[in-house]
Every structure is written in C-alpha cells, then in structure tokens.
C-alpha cells in the first residue's frame, strides 16, 4: 500500500496567515492527490483534486501543487472557518489511502 | 442538491455482525462509483471498500477483507456495507462517500454525516 506522510501534525497560526502542509507519498503517483478539511464531530469536505484543480465552490485562498511524490496544500490569509484538520488522500492505486491528518489551530 | 444518508450504526459485540445502510438522493446513483471510508475515534480516515456502478466490480482494503461486504440496489438509490466478525478495531465512524470519477477510485466529493459502529462487550 501507499503510505501518505503528512507534515506538520499540527499547527498554530493566526488569522491573516499564509499555511503551508505538506503531504509526501512512499512511491511516485502523478498527480492523483486529493486533499480534504475536516471540522470536529463532521464529515470531511472535498477541497482539491489533481493535486492542483480547486472543486467547484472552494474559496481560491486555498491552493494546491506537486506531483510525482511531493506535494503541498497552501491557504493564503487564513480565515477563521479554516481552523480544522485536513487530509491528504492518493488515488493512484488501491488500497486508497489517506494521510494522518494536519490539524491547523488558533495560535 | 446531493445528499448521502446513512444508517444502521450501532453497539455490537465482537465477533457479531452489523449492516450499514447510504440512502442516496439528488444525483443519478447509478451513474457513481460508491465507497465506505471510515474513522477510528481520533484517528485518521481509512478508506474500506468500493464498488462500480453497475456492481460488477468491488474492491476492499486488506484488513477488512473476507469480512465486509460491499453491495449496492440501484433501483432503491442505496449502497450497503455488511459488517461480519466484527473486532473491537472495526469501532469507527463510517461514511458513505462518492466516488467522483467515473472510473472509481476516489477522490470522494460527497460524504455522507457517518453512522458510529462501536464493537465492545
């Protein structure tokens, strides 16, 4: 299987910040990442896909790049809504797997 | 407006069996790859097993396998996930996902609000 590393697990950052996560995969997959928010007691949203192709209604404060192994997910000037968890998720090749999970707190 | 609803969740000793239930609405679910992902408590997500359209093709993650049963009624707009020989590891929130690409799988673009499976005696 596909090993999804995420880093950092966590972090702290104040509104108006620029907030990068990385996401490394244990074997190359394209561009075939997916990135996704997740907010305490619910379920994840879809953010990203492709690496880099926002879905439809995702604030453009939220980015996406890489390819191959090594990608990052970027939110310019953070909003309070964004604190939360976010995930990693390759579809390259089954099993689908997921990263651990960076969780983005107030600082 | 899609929306993904599941149910069936419950408490289950180990070694019992449970059925999961996605009741589907607002796209044509005939035309979607569908998948359970599920959350251990404070853990991150896990996807488990999907299925094709037409459900010819099925496809699972290893633990799980021989165990779970992934199913589908397309003219009842549902998907099913039949849990069997339950272990205290299997205690998760599952969702109900679908897949947005026509050919499977994933990424997932809608979740279900996920129905809680405890295994304990």
């Known amino acids: 299987a596909i090993r999804m590393t995420q880093s950092p697990s966590s972090l702290s950052a104040s509104t108006g910040d620029r907030v990068t996560i990385t996401c490394r995969a244990s074997q190359a997959i394209s561009s075939y990442l997916a990135w996704y928010q997740q907010k305490p007691g619910k379920a994840p949203t879809f953010l990203i896909y492709?690496?880099?192709t926002l879905q439809s209604g995702v604030p453009s404060r939220f980015s996406g790049s890489g390819s191959g192994t090594d990608f990052t997910l970027t939110i310019d000037c953070l909003q309070s809504e964004d604190f939360a968890t976010y995930y990693c998720?390759?579809?390259?090749?089954?099993?689908?797997?997921f990263g651990g999970g960076t969780k983005v707190e107030i600082k | 407006e899609v929306q993904l609803v599941e149910s069936g969740g419950g408490l289950v000793q180990p070694g019992g069996s449970l059925r999961l239930s996605c009741a589907a609405s607002g796209f044509t679910f005939s035309r979607s790859w569908m998948s359970w992902v599920r959350q251990a408590p404070g853990k991150e997500l896990e996807w488990v097993a999907n299925?094709?359209?037409?459900?010819?093709?099925?496809y699972y993650v290893e633990s799980v396998k021989g165990r779970f049963t992934i199913s589908r009624d397309n003219s009842k707009n549902s998907l099913y996930l039949q849990m069997n020989s339950l272990e205290a590891e299997d205690t998760a929130v599952y969702y109900c996902?679908?897949?947005?690409?026509?050919?499977?799988?994933?990424?997932?673009?809608?979740w279900g609000q996920g129905a809680l499976v405890t295994v304990s005696s």
């Open positions: 996902a679908r897949d947005k690409r026509e050919g499977g799988a994933g990424p997932f673009d809608y």
């Open positions: 492709a690496a880099s």
């Open positions: 299925i094709k359209r037409d459900g010819s093709d099925k």
């Open positions: 998720q390759q579809y390259y090749s089954y099993p689908l797997t």
